[in-house]
Antibody, heavy 117, light 107 residues
């Protein structure tokens, strides 16, 4: 069955860097894009962007340009989200989600990031 | 960017009732709309895509309708497992923005 398994919760200080992983199984990794979605505590869903898993080309939503980076380890069917120079407002749950012809069909379980001094 | 406006923001209903959630797009998105259910502490689950196509395994008490800028998700005969938050999202290009969400609570 199709699964997206994300790395565990993270506690970081402002200014640090975090890298969240999302390991896919049950399908051909390079046949589907991978979205990243942010959900701040008690808030709604916000699309961060996506990465083309065939070419490796990332696309970032406007609010996520600069400190955010999507990457791949295709041989391990794994996508990564890296956030540099962490800020308090990065505290959120981050989801990876498979993108099938613009439809987000399978989601990871989410990774909770807490940024606090 | 296309803005998605959901209403109501919250809704209280009883088991067995029928409820409808609406979503309005700021411009024509044809039928490129999806609905998700999210339970507390869990990841969202796809319910409907292309405005009215049920995702695999979704019970038939859920139905989606609409096109253009006005859409709705109807849940017939609410079950206890249906309570949670619901989000619409357009899938007509990028960015695929989400609505603000509707929290469905037990009355």
């Amino acid at each position: 069955q199709i699964q997206l398994v994300q790395s565990g919760p993270e506690l970081k200080k402002p200014g640090e860097t975090v890298k969240i992983s999302c390991k896919a199984s049950g399908y051909t990794f390079t046949n589907y894009g991978m979205n990243w979605v942010k959900q701040a505590p008690g808030k709604g869903l916000k699309w961060m962007g996506w990465i083309n898993t065939y070419t490796g080309e990332p696309t970032y939503a406007d609010d996520f340009k600069g400190r955010f980076a999507f990457s791949l380890e295709t041989s391990a069917s794994t996508a990564y989200l890296q956030i540099n120079n962490l800020k308090n407002e990065d505290t959120a749950t981050y989801f990876c989600a498979r993108w099938a012809t613009m439809i987000t069909d399978y989601w990871g379980q989410g990774t909770t990031l807490t940024v606090s001094s | 960017d296309i803005q998605m406006t959901q209403s109501p923001a919250s809704l209280s209903a009883s088991v067995g009732e029928t409820v409808t959630i609406t979503c309005r797009a700021s411009e024509n998105i044809y039928s490129y709309l999806a609905w998700y259910q999210q339970k507390q502490g869990k990841s969202p689950q796809l319910l409907v895509y292309n405005a009215k196509t049920l995702a695999e395994g979704v019970p038939s008490r859920f139905s989606g309708s609409g096109s253009g800028t006005q859409f709705s998700l109807k849940i017939n005969s609410l079950q206890p497992e249906d309570f949670g938050s619901y989000y619409c999202q357009h899938h007509y290009g990028t960015p695929p923005t989400f609505g603000g969400g509707t929290k469905l609570e037990i009355k």
